[in-house]
């Protein structure tokens, strides 16, 4: 939207983790977009081979897969701190300032905490394919430690993202649901 301000993005004032966790974030989302503009090529790439040159492609369905997977994992942490995701603020909105910084210490513990159940199985997920030394079943034969790895660093990010949400509102630097008071 024209003239939208930054009241959507995360505030963290000066309080030196809250900005480290927030580059942390922008860098994951730079990252993100870095892969997806890599698939865009490979697919390019993979389209000239088959369709101009008529010959043959090994590896890049496989790889843009993999980078739009990763892309999709390592950006979640920028999406959470710019609000970007689907946001249903009718009950936030309708409750009293109290009630509302409840909720939002409750939305975000549980978040926390499903994100945490998710960042333990995929390290584990990761581990096993690195321990294994699993590869995958094409030709190209990738090592799936490789791919897998944005399971846990993208929750992880995510995570970390979730919790310094959750010391900006208690320390006041940021609003409940990023609503101004009622």
């Keep these: 939207m024209a003239g939208q301000s930054n009241a959507t993005v995360a505030n963290v004032g000066n309080n030196p983790f809250l900005r480290f966790v927030a580059a942390l974030s922008t860098l994951a989302g730079w990252c993100s977009a870095a892969m997806i503009v890599i698939a865009v090529f490979i697919t390019c790439q ?3 081979i088959r369709f101009v040159l008529n ?5 890049q369905t496989e790889a843009v897969i993999y980078l739009v997977v990763a892309a999709t994992l390592i950006g979640l942490p920028y999406v959470q701190r710019l609000r970007g995701h689907v ?3 009718l009950v936030p909105l309708a409750l009293p300032n109290g009630a509302r910084k409840i909720l939002c210490y409750v939305t975000l513990s549980v978040s926390i905490l499903i994100v945490g159940v998710m960042l333990f199985y ?3 997920y990761w581990h096993f394919a690195w321990e294994r030394g699993w590869r995958s079943d094409t030709v190209w034969g990738v090592r799936l430690w490789i791919p897998y790895l944005s399971i846990p660093i993208g929750f992880g990010l ?3 993202q979730l919790i310094a949400d959750l010391v900006a509102v208690i320390l006041g630097i940021d609003k409940p649901f990023g609503l101004e008071n009622a």
């Excluded at 010959?55 to 590896?59: A, D, K, L």
């Design 158 to 160: 995510l995570m970390l």
């Design 46 to 48: 993979m389209i000239f």
């Design 122 to 124: 995929g390290y584990e």
């Design 55 to 59: 010959g043959s492609t090994v590896w």
């Design 87 to 89: 946001n249903v603020d």
